[in-house]
């Protein structure tokens, strides 16, 4: 391996001895490609034209004015696809394609990545199966018909809880049985190395737009930025460009779970402990055996049990703050949106907006007991503090498992 595998102890490749050579041969092209003109020209060729990069920084006046200060929302969710998955399925789609791999694999949760790379595979007319839990074949209908629209065979997986987690743990079998002819296109910066390396490369055009358009609009770096972490692609992909930067405050937002005495739980990164899941180290939810727990959350994108291991650093080392949201607010957040903005977040974004509604309300009572204290202006925090929240995702894949909002 010529790149670096770990974020201080966490990542590495921790898989059976069929995939480290599979592996390699990835880090081996992704490093002869990943600065090639010819590769870059037609990336961001699509990037631009078929996916419509660059995608919108939009201040949310009515949002703001209910929040107390300046928020910003990274319109990920107009990318095409209807999601930030979109810019990796391009990119490791484009890589498959010069190592001419005749079939592409994939997992998905919510269905955003499978949509994706079903897209990407009809764009690049390479054969495509997505694994997919039962549960979130239920709850993102949607999604799958778009799958199977683009031509993808989508395979329904029944094992452990029919979620994410075991959707991978299919894909990873077929590809370890089909190494040969076959490209597994991972959806977020989780799993083996190379793929938080690769995933993040592809993702971290959200961040330099970002800070571009921000700095544009504000001639200044915003004092927050927000993201939903699942596996942790949209959040890597925005925070990446402001990891220099001190003074931003950098936070990523899990979901809750449904509490201990549940058996269902959620926030790996609070509540979780060190462990391997899907070959890397990271923390992980598991029991004292080091089984993996179940998990719950109402968004499929963030019902995952691990979480990248670049996440798992930068929370140790305390660049990055990790958060968690409940079903119940990031459903608050959904309406919220939908009803002040027009703009239906997905579920998984939702945790997002109601972690930054509720950072809103702590800053504004933090500058009024600041002047009822009569502090020295600069001991306060920023007067005007400015939100920039990866809207990572659009709503319209919850609509059905949201129709009880509209009744
Ligand atoms: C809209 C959206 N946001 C966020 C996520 C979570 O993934 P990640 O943490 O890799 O961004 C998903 C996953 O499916 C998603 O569909």
């Known amino acids: 391996m010529k790149l670096n595998t770990k974020f201080g102890k966490f990542g590495g490749l921790f898989v059976p001895e069929t995939l480290v050579a599979a592996l390699e041969e990835l880090e081996a092209v992704f490093i002869r490609y990943k600065d090639d003109k010819k590769f870059n020209d037609e990336l ?13 920084l939009y201040y949310a006046e009515r949002l703001s004015k209910i929040a107390g200060c300046k928020i910003y929302l990274k319109r990920e969710d107009l990318l095409h696809g209807g999601a930030h998955k979109t810019n990796n399925a391009l990119g490791q789609g484009l890589l498959a394609k ?5 079939r592409i694999i994939a997992e998905t949760g919510a269905g955003q990545h499978g949509a994706a790379v079903a897209m990407i595979g009809a764009l690049l007319g390479i054969k495509t199966e997505v694994f997919m839990g039962s549960e979130d074949i239920k709850r993102q209908r949607a999604n799958v018909l778009r799958m199977k629209l683009c031509g993808a065979k989508v395979v329904s997986v029944e094992s452990g809880s029919r979620t994410l987690k075991d959707a991978i743990n299919e894909a990873l079998r077929d590809w370890i049985a089909n190494v040969q002819d076959t490209f597994y296109l991972f959806g977020t910066v989780a799993g083996p190395h190379p793929y938080p390396t690769i995933v993040k490369h592809f993702q971290k055009v959200i961040g330099e737009e970002a800070k571009r358009q921000i700095l544009d609009a504000e001639k200044r770096l915003p004092d ?20 220099g930067d001190k003074n931003v405050k950098l936070i990523g937002v899990e979901p809750a779970g449904h509490g201990l005495n549940t058996g269902k739980h959620g926030a790996t990164l609070n509540k979780g402990s060190v462990g391997v899941l899907h070959g890397s180290m990271s923390y992980v939810l598991q029991d004292e055996d080091g089984q993996i727990l179940e998990t719950h959350s109402v968004s499929a994108g963030l019902d995952y049990p691990g979480v990248g291991p670049e996440h798992s650093f930068l929370k140790d080392v305390k660049r990055v703050d990790y958060e968690s949201i409940t079903d119940k607010e990031a459903i608050g957040a959904f309406k919220l949106l939908s009803e002040v903005e027009g703009i239906m977040p ?6 997002a907006i109601a972690y930054a509604m509720k950072l809103a309300k702590r800053l504004k009572e933090d500058n009024a007991n600041n002047k009822e204290n009569n502090l020295d202006k600069n001991e306060t925090k920023t007067k005007n503090p400015i939100i920039v929240i990866n809207l990572s995702g659009r709503g319209d894949k919850d609509l059905e498992q949201m129709e009880f909002l509209v009744k």
């Open 224 to 243: 927050y930025v927000i993201a939903c972490v699942g596996g942790g692609s949209n959040a890597i992909g925005i925070f990446n460009e402001f990891l």
């Open 98 to 102: 010069y190592m001419g791999k005749k």
């Open 44 to 56: 961001n060729d699509l990037l631009k034209n078929y996916a419509g990069r660059p995608t919108p």
């Open 346 to 351: 997905a579920l998984e974004s939702s945790h």
